[in-house]
Nanobody, 126 residues
Framework: QLQLVESEGGSVRTGGSLRLSCAASGDTYYSSYQMAWFRQAPGKEREGVAAIDSDGGTVYADSAKGRFTISRDNAKNTLYLQMNSLKPEDTAMYYC???????????????????WGQGTQVTVFS
């Protein structure tokens, strides 16, 4: 059973940067999974931020384009999310997710992921 553990998030000032990581364990086929980052702000639905397929193709939410970069290191079984130019509206609980299904670039739909991390808080203050 695949397990996902996110790194600690943090609090940063507007315009700052953070890098999240997500360590996967328990499945030797991790490299074939699509992976993604989602976030959920209080009172809002969980939304897809960025996804990456097993070939390294990526897809981003409009809110993340040009500011966030998703990447994966299959040798380390680790997923990353580099977040730059952070804004207060980026404040949320961030979750990594994985699934053996394949979508070009990965999917940003919560319905397409069967494995989830526990979440990590990111707070951006002005």
């Amino acid at each position: 059973q695949l397990q996902l553990v996110e790194s600690e998030g943090g609090s940063v000032r507007t315009g700052g940067s953070l890098r999240l990581s997500c360590a996967a364990s328990g499945d030797t086929y991790y490299s074939s999974y699509q992976m993604a980052w989602f976030r959920q702000a209080p009172g809002k639905e969980r939304e897809g931020v960025a996804a990456i397929d097993s070939d390294g193709g990526t897809v981003y939410a409009d809110s993340a384009k040009g500011r966030f970069t998703i990447s994966r290191d299959n040798a380390k079984n680790t997923l990353y999310l580099q977040m730059n130019s952070l804004k207060p509206e980026d404040t949320a609980m961030y979750y990594c997710a994985a699934d053996p299904s394949y979508y070009v670039g990965g999917s940003l739909s919560t319905d397409e992921y069967g494995h989830w991390g526990q979440g990590t808080q990111v707070t951006v203050f002005s």
